[in-house]
């Protein structure tokens, strides 16, 4: 029966799950409720298969081994039952020293399973399920087995059951997770402080508390004051402390970090990027820095700064995942989502950037399929909703009203994960075709003072301007402006064409476009400049233009409209006067986001 345990838990700690598996129904089985052995022994073979059970991801029959585990315990304790453990290991030592380890603050958590198996004095050991730690650990399985099921309430009653000198970093890590998951904003940060407190070097938490508001001079206090050393009982205390509220010099990178996420979060792009580039130049070739700092360009609208962050990443790991989604996006703004194609499948990104490749091909019902698949994994994640939001805006005319309030609600969700321009540019534009003039208006100041120093944000308001006749000069002053900030911005190019083309002045509209297309030959501005010239009765130029879109784009939808009404004025016919007004307005059918 030991040797069955020693070898068990020896399987589980090298991950051979299978393995265990078959052994654990063996061990519980020779163990059973009429065996000699103990309540308390019972329950650690019990614990032990269910680890294994865990590692296959079976979690529902996992979640039922540890409950029966954690109902033996309660009996044994009630009878007073006594613990018994793998003969010739110190499990009290064990146990003593573990929680020692959690009240000093340098626990990290179990290795394979819900009883700690580890090695102790060169052996295998189980920790006894009788002690307050052991009782903590399976706790934690019990909440883990809940999450990997999405049953979020019940994990959050296991973990805040476990007292708090008892909490282990993964399991403080854990239920920050759940409390931030679940909008419990201040009790996630009181989690994730806890975390840092433990292991300043949690950079999942360091990013987590500067979202939360957190600002960056009460995050450093949290970092080490005195070198870094690992913690054990000859170097705690050791080590030069610095001076009062200063982090160690070991640290100040970590410290550059912390600021550059507390400036990413306030919305303060340029001192956060500078943070980054600094961190760049001691960490060359940091692929995380270049996915963050691809992150801060693109939420600004400065997407071709964007991709050469992702490019440098993509470049220096082909095979990273985090941010590909994203980059995606950028890539379909410019007709060339191919690009992002070589991703692993299935997983939360890469059904993103399924979904954005079938959008590029114009099949909207498979790109949405795509995207629903993310957003069963993850209905919170960022470039999904995006995603999703796209597709809706580029629904069938005969669609437009009802889908753009769907596509006005998902960009509203995404508005709440954070402030990015590409989701105030999705609001206006659903506003604009319900239409909710007021609405549509409020989104676009507030883009234009979330982000002061856009021409993209300044040309939202001016595309709302131009859907009021009366207010068509104070458009054109507008996209002028944008002009002025930034004479590449698409959007304003763009806009003021339509301010002009709406005005029936063709050629300064065609002077407009043209000067863009030195800089931007995309099949967008191609397909501007076609139905200028349409416009203008110049059906030549329109044709030249459109058939160069095509080419550039083959499943561009405004230039086969464009074509097949050229077609109709040259047989003779009047083409659709209405069909040409609705092209001609900035954002149909136009680049998912400028």
Not at 143 to 171: D, I, N
Not at 277 to 289: C, I, Y
Not at 303 to 328: G, V, W
Request: with cysteine; proline share 4%; glycine share 8%.
């Amino acid at each position: 029966m030991d040797a069955m345990r020693e070898n068990l838990a020896y399987l589980i700690d090298q991950r051979l799950y299978e393995s265990a598996e078959i052994l654990g129904s063996f061990l519980i089985s020779a163990a059973g409720p009429g065996s000699e052995v103990s309540a308390i022994s019972r329950a650690e073979n019990l614990v032990l298969y269910a680890d294994a059970l865990f590692g296959r991801q079976e979690y529902r029959r996992a979640l039922n081994l540890y409950r029966q585990a954690q109902q033996l315990c309660k009996v044994a304790g009630h009878a007073g039952g006594s613990t018994r453990t793998v003969p010739g290991s110190p499990a009290t030592v064990a146990s003593a020293g573990l929680g020692n380890a959690i009240q000093s603050g340098s626990y990290r958590g179990g290795g394979g399973g819900g009883c700690v198996v580890g090695g102790v004095g060169g052996g295998m050991s189980i920790v006894a399920l009788d002690t307050d730690v052991g009782k903590a650990e399976v706790r934690l399985r019990v909440a883990e087995c809940y999450v990997a099921l999405k049953e979020v309430k019940p994990a959050l009653t296991e973990l805040e059951a476990v007292p708090h000198r008892l909490r282990s970093l993964r399991l403080n890590l854990l239920l920050a997770r759940l409390y931030h998951s679940s909008s419990y904003d201040r009790a996630a940060l009181a989690a994730y402080k806890e975390c840092l407190r433990q292991c300043p070097f949690a950079m999942e938490a360091l990013a987590a508390v500067a979202q939360l508001g957190l600002s960056a001079k009460e995050t450093c206090a949290l970092l080490p004051q005195q070198e870094p050393l690992p913690s054990t009982p000859s170097s705690r205390g050791g080590g030069k402390a610095a001076g009062a509220g200063e982090v160690h010099e070991s640290c100040r990178w970590l410290q550059k970090y912390v600021e550059a996420q507390a400036h990413r979060t306030a919305n303060e792009n340029a001192a956060s990027l500078d943070e980054y580039q600094q961190l760049v130049s001691r960490f060359p070739n940091n692929v995380h820095l270049h996915l963050h700092m691809g992150q801060v360009e693109a939420s600004q609208g400065r997407n071709e700064e964007a991709m050469i962050h992702y490019q440098k990443a993509r470049t220096l790991d082909p095979f990273n995942i985090s941010c590909m989604d994203d980059y995606a996006l950028l890539l379909l703004s410019r007709r060339s989502p191919s690009s992002s194609s070589a991703l692993p499948a299935p997983n939360l990104q890469a059904w993103v950037v399924a979904a954005v490749l079938w959008m590029s091909k114009g099949e909207r019902g498979s790109a949405m399929a795509y995207v629903e698949k993310a957003l069963q994994l993850d209905d919170h994640h960022f470039p999904a909703l995006l995603a999703k939001g796209a597709i809706l805006l580029h629904a069938d005319r005969s669609e437009t009203a009802a889908v753009a309030a769907a596509a006005a609600a998902i960009f509203r969700r995404a508005y709440t994960q954070k402030q990015d321009l590409r989701v105030f540019q999705g609001l206006v534009r659903a506003y604009l075709r319900i239409p909710k003039l007021k609405e549509a208006i409020a989104a676009a100041r507030e883009a234009v003072k979330a982000f002061p120093n856009s021409a993209s944000a300044l040309s939202l308001l001016g595309e709302v301007y131009l859907q009021h006749g009366d207010s068509r000069d104070k458009a054109r002053k507008v996209f002028e402006a944008a002009l002025r900030m930034d004479s590449r911005c698409g959007a304003a190019v763009t806009g003021l064409a339509d301010a002009h083309s709406m005005d029936g002045r063709h050629a300064a509209a065609v002077d407009v476009l043209e000067r863009h297309l030195a800089v931007d030959a995309s099949d967008w501005i191609h397909v501007k400049l076609g139905f200028v010239h349409m416009a203008a009765n110049r059906l030549p130029d329109a044709l030249h233009h459109l058939q160069t879109a095509l080419s550039i784009n083959p499943s561009n939808e405004n230039a086969k409209r464009g074509l097949n009404r050229i077609d109709k004025l040259l047989k003779g016919g009047d083409g659709d006067e209405e069909e040409e007004e609705a092209s001609l307005q900035y954002g149909t059918g136009g680049p998912l986001f400028e």
